[in-house]
């Protein structure tokens, strides 16, 4: 059986500094739980960057090297850097970090969905910045446009001819792995390719059981079996989507980015503790977490040596 990835995605565009005092969002704080994550088991580090005065999402790549070379320097971890950005951005704009840092993997988002988190918004009567509750609000009329042209454009700019990275391919319903058996006819990725199923957002599939098995059948008559899966339960749903992924032969995915809790009602005070949380539960269960080394074999990584930054 093979050896099981911890991904864990840092802070992400999702939450706002409201939400939880535990979200890094300066870089010394991303640097901090990045680094005790990786300490705690996580595999992959998945990487967005926020504006250090505002906690805003950011694709500006200083506020990603104000991070990067410390976690470099202190983790053996994989980075992979998100293309997704925030939903407001565009693909240019979200390219950019990727494309000037060269990371081993980044996010690739394989279709367009509704990704809204306005329901979020009447929790709050006050908000830490000004941004924040237009921001929640304004995701009722927003769409996270990735179209075939956009996929594609990823594809080109940091694949193979340029940059190398593998992409963590983040499906979001059953169509996008559609999406993705298209352009693997037009030889757009190369295999093994990694599948991450993203459930219970608002907008994409729901987290549940059968929907896990659906999506993973899905993948099978799709992929054949030459590739690697995992999941991400968005919300509550992180830990009990995460030991099913497992208990089937995926990965999983865990953070702040996707769940700011520890468990129902209680807020998690880091990203380490939900990786604390994650790797004694898979324990328990007869899974190994595999190491950084272990994962770059298992993926087909073009190492470490050949990153900027
Ligand atoms: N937060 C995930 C649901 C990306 O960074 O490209 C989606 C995500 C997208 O991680
Ligand atoms: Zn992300």
């Known amino acids: ?69 410390r976690i470099k320097a202190e983790t053996d971890a994989i980075i992979n850097i998100s293309t997704g950005g925030s939903i407001m951005m565009s693909i240019d704009e979200r390219l950019a970090p990727a494309d000037t840092m060269s990371p081993e993997m980044c996010s690739m988002n394989m279709g367009s969905l509704n990704f809204s988190i306005h329901p979020l918004a009447d929790r709050y009567d006050t908000y830490k910045f000004d941004w924040e509750e237009k921001y929640i609000r304004s995701t009722e009329a927003s769409i996270f446009r990735n179209t075939f042209a956009d996929i594609k454009l990823v594809a080109k700019t940091m694949g193979a001819e340029k940059h190398g990275v593998k992409f963590e391919h983040e499906c979001y319903d059953v169509g996008h792995l559609y999406n993705l058996a298209h352009c693997m006819k037009q030889r757009m990725f190369e295999q093994p390719i990694f599948l991450q199923f993203v459930m219970g957002i608002l907008g994409g599939i729901s987290a549940d059981i059968d929907n896990l098995e659906f999506m993973k059948k899905t993948a099978d008559k799709l992929f054949g079996d030459n590739y690697q899966w995992s999941v991400i339960g968005a919300g509550g749903a992180q830990m009990k989507m995460a030991t099913a992924a497992a208990a089937m032969g995926g990965h999983v995915r865990v953070g702040l980015e996707d769940s700011l809790f520890i468990e129902r009602g209680q807020l998690a005070t880091s ?21 950084p080394d272990e994962a770059r074999a298992m993926l087909g990584l073009k190492g470490i040596d050949k990153v900027n930054y």
Not at 32 to 41: F, H, T
Request: charged share 15%; hydrophobic share 45%.
């Open 1 to 69: 059986m093979n050896k099981t990835i911890i991904s864990c995605a840092i802070t992400g565009a999702i939450h706002t500094p409201t939400m939880s005092d535990a979200l890094p969002v300066h870089p010394e704080q991303i640097a901090e739980q990045a680094i005790d994550a990786a300490r705690a088991g996580a595999t992959i580090l998945h990487l967005h960057a926020r504006h250090p005065d505002t906690g805003a999402p950011s694709v500006d790549p200083e506020h990603f090297m104000a991070f990067l070379p």
């Open 271 to 291: 990203n380490a503790q939900q990786v604390i949380k994650i790797k004694g539960l898979l324990e328990a269960q007869g899974n190994t977490v595999a190491s």
